[in-house]
């Protein structure tokens, strides 16, 4: 009783309207400037001129590839061409490195769109449901800012990908699951997967919820649709790309490294980044309570609402938040698959789970209630925490870095070199080809797989090439014909230091810091010894 007292003062409207547009200008404001610093900070980081993460020049080289008329996932361009991502966010780049050239400028320039394009769609579904331009456009700078860190603005798939990932899932909801909007979601769920292959969920998502909560119909014509387009093309790419599965789904597989620890220590992260959120989505449950509980599932009515002989029918009629699902099943997700592999940290939490999660607190928010100014207050308090974390001023010193300087000067200056990945782009910039691509080292990783017409090249055949492709890079550090060998102190580099040591002298050691990813690399630049 007391509980549904408190709920019922708290969900009643403002004192007076005069009181409610003060607040809401406050908000307002604070938004303006929270979004005028988010642009600011883009816009800095996409001028910056060296690499904010140290393999983000993997992508400026699948795009040369492509560039110059060649398929990356062919043996002829492999291990340099090894990409555990995909293709699709390279095809997109594709035509505007053609007009504006291959630079970290264009491709952190598309990332930079399509969160903008996330931000818009995110914020129209909100206006659509509360017709409120106050919560809708909080609802979308707090997800552009949490997609804008991990990565979000650099060369990545990542913006491109979660953008995709957010349509596929969202646009049925929009259009009511009509046929259209299913086939645009299938269509998407396809796009989605080319560009980075966990982003598929987004089919699953929706295929899921349309057969159990909408129309079994519809949840079947959906994943036919779906699997035959997907199918059709799986056998395009897989002899128009001989390696494109071998690299994007065993090669994933193969570096898959499961930990428990790992999984633990970004969920009390997830916590720490997003406990106002967390607290409020909490308070919401219980005051606004739910009109379904799991106990439904076990009731009498069980039955009746199970109607599994009517095809037109959902196979249960509960009352399904939609946000509410798709939150806890990439939630799921992200505990028993995504989370706990260790290559790859937040970043799938903040792509798949996050999103969700934020739009169903949006949807539950009215700003006309007194409880919305503890809601809006815990919200704005949450997106300020993200950006001192993800988008803070001292992110930006890198664009005036002696060191960096220094260590691109010498790949510009070099005639050839054995790389790390950490001066890739250099290297494109100035018209070489790179030894190293970043995720060349991967090709090494994979692990022995069935001989199957369906996966590619035997592996006996991928594992030749590799060694051969090593072994001509260490016949020329033999001979001498690199000038320059750019190489990352105590980290794999494709070739041992005894052999360097044999024909090459260190001349300098170059400490190089990317604060966006938090990372500190010492890069040893060695000349040939004089003879």
């Keep these: 009783m007391f509980l549904k007292n408190v709920y019922q003062y708290l969900a009643s409207d403002l004192v007076d309207a005069r009181t409610s547009k003060i607040i809401r200008s406050f908000f307002f404001g604070g938004m303006l400037v929270l979004f005028s610093w988010f642009v600011y900070f883009s816009f800095s980081t996409i001028a910056i001129p060296y690499q904010i993460e140290y393999r983000e020049g993997a992508a400026q080289v699948m795009t040369q590839i492509l560039l110059i008329g060649g398929n990356p996932f062919s043996l002829e361009y492999q291990p340099l061409g090894m990409n555990n991502y995909g293709i699709g966010y390279n095809l997109l780049v594709l035509p505007f490195a053609k007009l504006f050239g291959n630079t970290l400028m264009v491709h952190r320039g598309i990332s930079f769109f399509f969160l903008l394009a996330s931000l818009l769609f995110v914020a129209r579904i909100i206006f659509l449901l509360k017709k409120d331009s106050l919560i809708s456009v909080l609802c979308g700078i707090f997800i552009v800012v949490v997609l804008a860190g991990r990565g979000g603005l650099g060369a990545f798939p990542s913006a491109m990908g979660t953008f ?47 057969f159990v909560f909408i129309s079994k119909r519809k949840g ?17 790419v897989r002899y128009g790309f001989e390696l494109y599965f071998i690299d994007t789904f065993i090669g994933n597989l193969s570096n898959e490294n499961r930990s428990l620890r790992h999984l633990r220590g970004q969920l009390v992260e997830l916590v720490k980044e997003f406990f106002p959120s967390i607290i409020l989505g909490i308070s919401l449950l219980f005051l606004n309570g739910s009109k379904f509980s799991p106990g439904a599932l076990f009731r009498t009515k069980f039955l009746w609402r199970s109607k599994f002989l009517q095809v037109d029918a959902p196979l249960l009629d509960l009352p399904i938040n939609y946000f509410a699902f798709t939150f806890i099943f990439c939630f799921l997700s992200f505990i ?11 970043t799938s939490a903040y792509q798949i789970v996050l999103p969700p999660f934020i739009l169903w607190l949006f949807q539950k928010l009215n700003s006309k209630s007194r409880f919305s100014i503890i809601c809006f207050c815990l919200l704005f308090s949450n997106i300020l925490i993200l950006n001192n974390i993800l988008l803070n001023p001292s992110f930006l010193r890198q664009r005036d870095s002696v060191a960096w300087k220094n260590l691109y000067s010498y790949a510009r200056d070099s005639r050839r070199a054995v790389n790390c990945p950490a001066v890739v782009s250099a290297l494109i910039d100035s018209g070489k080809v790179p030894i190293d691509s970043g995720q060349t080292e991967y090709y090494y990783y994979i692990q022995p797989y069935p001989n199957h017409i369906l996966f590619g090249p035997q ?70 010894i004089s003879k």
């Design 164 to 210: 995709l990932f957010l349509s596929g899932i969202f646009i049925p909801f929009i259009y009511s699951f009509r046929y259209p909007s299913l086939i645009a979601s299938a269509l998407l769920s396809i796009m989605a997967y080319y560009t980075k292959p966990y982003f598929v969920i987004c089919f699953v998502v929706v295929a899921v919820y349309t």
């Design 220 to 236: 079947i014509v959906y994943s036919l649709f779906f699997l035959s387009v997907f199918g059709f093309l799986f056998l395009w």
């Design 336 to 346: 028993f698959v995504l989370g706990l592999h260790g290559g790859s940290y937040m």
């Design 459 to 528: 592996y006996d055949t991928v594992k030749r090439h590799g060694i051969l492709y090593r072994r001509s890079i260490r016949n020329a550090i033999s001979k001498g014909e690199f000038d320059k060998l750019i190489l990352t102190e105590g980290y794999g580099n494709l070739i041992s230091f005894d052999a360097v040591d044999q024909y090459y002298v260190k001349v300098e050691t170059i400490a190089i810091e990317m604060p966006q990813t938090h990372q500190t690399w010492v890069i040893g630049v060695w000349e040939p």
